[in-house]
Structure formats: C-alpha cells, structure tokens
C-alpha cells in the first residue's frame, strides 16, 4: 500500500505522538509498503532515525500569520515556503514553546474550519501535493486537530482516511469552554466519512468516542510499539550504592512530577527510609520552568536538594543509560495517559515501574511489570516505592515480566502489522 501519514511536529519538543508515528512509519516500510511521513507545523523531533519528508506543510510560521493577518492569506505560494524552510521553523519554534494551549483556541477553530477558515491555502497546499505527487492508497492522520483538511480529500482523492487518537483531549480541555465546544463540532462534522479511527488503547477509544460523540465500533484498537535495537544490556553499578527511583517523561504538572516529587518526599520521611535518590529526566519545557524549579524548592525543603538530580537525554543512548541505572520508573500522571511509550522503554531495558491505576497503565500491566497506585495519593505512592525498593526479586520479576510484555505486544513490529490488518480490512469493504 501507498500510505500518507501526516504527523505534527512540537515545537522542537520531544513528542511522545510524533517519535509513535516515525517508528511506525518506519516499521510499515520494513513491511514492504510505501509509506511516507508528512510532518506539519514544525520539523519533528525523536531520538531514533528521522524517517519523515523534507517538506514540512502547515508550516507554524504562515499558519499564524495567516491567523493574524489577512495580508498573509493572500501571498503567493512560493513567498510562503521561503517561511516553510525546516531550518526556519526549528529556529522560531523555540519560541512557540512558550505559548500556552488556552491561548491557541481561535487559531484551532480556524484550523478546524478548513477550507473556510483562515489557513485555506494551506489546506489546499496539501490536498494539491497529495491529489498530484502522493496518490496514496489510504491517508492516516496523527490526531483529530488536523480534520480540517479532510472534507477536500474526500472530495477529490475519494481514498479512505483514518485518524488517529492519542491525546487530542489534553490539548482541547486546556481551550476556553466557547472555542472547545466548536472545536468538538467541527471535528465531528470533519470525521463524518473517515474510514475510522485509531486508538492507543482501549480507555482511550472509549474515551474519546464519548468525548467526540463517534460510535465506539468505529474506533479501532492499535497498541503503541517500540523499536528494540539499542535497548537491554547490563546495567550499571549503582552510584555510592543508592537505589534510585528514576522519573522519565517530559517534566510537567500533566505528568505529575509533582506527584513523584511528593511521593519521594512521603518515603524518605518514613522511619524505614531507604537509601535512595531521585533521578528525573526527559523534556523540560519553558512554560513548565517556574514549576520545576517550585518542585526543586520542596525537596530542598524536605532536606533531599542532595538526593535529587535532573538529567538531560537528548539521544537514544543517553535515554537508555538513564532508564538501566534505575531501580524503579515512577510517572504518575495526572491526566489518563493514552500511551505510556516511556513505560515500554523502561520494560525494554528490565525496568519495573510504579503508575496510577488509570489511563492505559491498567491495560499495560495486566501482566505484572509493576504496581498500580491509586491517583493523586502520596502516601500510597510512597508505600509502592517502598516494596518496589525494598525487593530486589519482586524487581527482578517485575523487570523479567515487562522484558517480556513488550517482546511480545508493543513492538514496532507488531504495531505495523496490526495497523496494516485494520487498513487492508477496511480496503475490503
């Protein structure tokens, strides 16, 4: 199959979404199919081998303008792709980071709106581009944001369209209620024809079919897979012979490192406190700053400022080191985590890990790798790390059990090949 996938790049930020499509883009190609990743808004960024085109569409720079000046609707399409160069966008999208979601509402509505709304001539960029270059087979989107784009590829390319679901309600409760509201009606009205839908997990197809008001046989369940090569190995010695309770995900209040922080806090209070220390890592945004630096505070506070330490990951490599000389993961999310590919980073290399019993960490951890917590609870917390800490053979076990899980349920390939089943079962119909 000739597949397009259009995917959304971050800002330069670390994407769980984007590095999910590039892997599974990747492994659809090693499948035998012809398939191409369509970044939009900014150059992607992941830590394994970019597989997307050289092309970005949506580009950030003339979506917002086009949003804040009718001069930019009307520039001629080559003036534009001077503001689409990927060094360009890489550049301004260190700024981008510092805009909150509920800033972006109208922006989103307009999106939304497609060949209504104030970007149409970037809709019709890539419907033009896909209609005369591509001529795919079957189009994926990354999520509901983009739906835009699609009532003109319905009309003029007539393939079938699927659209992905992995964390587009985190993005549309942070909106005003006025402009959330328009944005679920539009992307209803946008979805109306699609073949279907994707989804990370079972709670999130349940989730969001409630949420867009879609049926739920309409939302298909595809696991998110990870690419093995670079992962396992012997783990390092431990440093001055601390257990180390290890936090990996982008350092935000939606991932609740505050959580971890006070659930680290509870534990070294306790009378039977283990040696231990507390090691985050993973992407630390500007917005987020003043609250990482408001968490540093409590545990300087606590008297723990020395038992704690942040290190940066920018690669593949440096990300595995991190999770090997952890005892345990601990990323206790305040939102319900649609996909959780940290989780599987850390089974690859025998990690255990400690998370809230919601989201897709039930649905993950049927079969053992680590403990549920109830949501929000410190002390709860703190008891979980205390016997993960405290057994090395329960961690061993936990570890070995995870190994195992993604062997066999999350890798790249059994991603690629579940979503190929769903595409060439729809083809049928």
Not at 78 to 93: E, M
Request: neutral net charge; aromatic residues 8%; glycine residues 8%.
């Amino acid at each position: 199959m000739r597949i397009a996938f259009v995917t959304a790049g971050a800002a330069g930020m670390f994407c769980g979404s984007c590095m999910r499509d590039n892997t599974l883009v990747a492994a659809l190609r090693r499948r035998g199919h012809d398939a191409l990743l369509i970044p939009t808004y900014t150059p992607i960024r992941t830590d394994e081998a970019d597989v997307s085109q050289g092309r970005v569409f949506f580009g950030g720079i003339n979506v917002y303008l086009q949003e804040k000046s009718w001069l930019f609707r009307h520039t001629p399409w080559l003036t534009d792709r001077l503001l689409d160069v990927p060094r360009l966008l890489r550049w301004v999208s260190r700024f981008a980071g510092r805009v909150k979601y509920s800033e972006l509402g109208g922006l989103a509505v307009s999106m939304l709106r497609g060949e209504h709304g104030h970007q149409r001539k970037e809709v019709e960029k890539l419907v033009a581009w896909l209609e005369a270059e591509v001529k795919p087979d079957v189009i994926l989107f990354t999520n509901a944001l983009l739906s835009g784009v699609i009532p003109p590829l319905r009309k003029r390319l007539g393939v079938p369209i699927w659209v992905t679901l992995q964390g587009d309600d985190i993005f549309l409760d942070a909106l005003p209620e006025k402009d959330r509201a328009a944005c679920v009606d539009l992307i209803r009205a946008n979805t109306a024809d699609v073949a279907g839908f994707l989804s990370t997990s079972r709670f999130y197809a349940d989730h969001m079919s409630a949420y867009l008001g879609v049926p739920r046989e309409m939302v298909r369940v595809v696991y998110p897979g990870i690419t093995l090569e670079g992962h396992g190995g012997e783990r390092p010695p431990r440093r001055d012979g601390r257990l180390t309770v290890g936090y990996f995900a982008r350092v935000c209040p939606e991932k609740g490192f505050h959580h971890a922080v006070e659930g680290f806090v509870t534990l070294m209070k306790g009378a039977d406190a283990p040696d231990a220390v507390l090691r985050a890592s993973g992407w630390l945004g500007e917005n987020d700053k003043p609250f990482f630096r408001e968490q540093v505070a409590k545990l300087a506070a606590a008297g723990l400022a020395e038992r704690f330490e942040y290190v940066e990951s920018p690669t593949h490599e440096a990300k595995v080191e991190f999770l090997r000389a952890a005892d345990v993961l601990c990323v206790p999310t305040t939102y319900r985590e649609p996909k959780g590919l940290y989780v599987l980073e850390a089974w690859a290399n025998g990690l255990p890990v400690v998370l809230p019993e919601h989201g897709t960490f039930p649905e993950l951890l049927a079969d053992g790798g680590g403990l549920l917590v109830p949501p929000g609870d410190p002390t709860a917390l703190a008891a979980a790390l205390r016997r993960a800490l405290a057994d090395h053979d329960w961690r061993d076990a936990a570890g070995r059990a995870g190994a195992a899980a993604v062997r066999e349920r999350f890798t790249a390939d059994v991603m690629a090949r579940e979503t190929e089943l769903v595409l060439q079962q729809a083809a049928v119909r």
